[in-house]
Nanobody, 122 residues
Framework: QVQLAESGGGSVQAGGYLRLSCAASGRFYSINGMGWYRQAPGAQREFVARITSAGRTTYADSVKGRFTISREKDSNRVHLQMNNMRPEDTAVYYC????????????????WGQGTQVNVSS
């Protein structure tokens, strides 16, 4: 089973920046993709960014051009660089991963971190 730990959250003013990190640990065979979701108060959890094991990235329209997701080569750590932040970016940010627990498992399973709070003031 994979455990995901997020870090780097905090409070910034509009136009500022933050860098989130997510580290994977525990027992697993492989991690084939990692990404970020967020959930604002009273809202549903929404997709933010994703990166595949091959390094291909996908972004939500709301963060495109401002946020950058990256993955450290040959490691199980991803980062989300958030620039030019807006008050609407305020949310709890969750790391997620697609992983196989062992070589005999034919399926990738979704895992979630506990989340890190991000506050952006106007």
């Amino acid at each position: 089973q994979v455990q995901l730990a997020e870090s780097g959250g905090g409070s910034v003013q509009a136009g500022g920046y933050l860098r989130l990190s997510c580290a994977a640990s525990g027992r697993f065979y492989s991690i084939n993709g990692m990404g970020w979701y967020r959930q604002a108060p009273g809202a549903q959890r929404e997709f933010v960014a994703r990166i595949t094991s091959a390094g291909r990235t996908t972004y939500a329209d709301s963060v495109k051009g401002r946020f950058t997701i990256s993955r450290e080569k040959d490691s199980n750590r991803v980062h989300l660089q958030m620039n030019n932040m807006r008050p609407e970016d305020t949310a709890v940010y969750y790391c997620n991963a697609l992983s196989k627990s062992d070589a005999q498992d034919p399926y990738d399973r979704m895992y979630w971190g506990q989340g890190t709070q991000v506050n952006v003031s106007s």
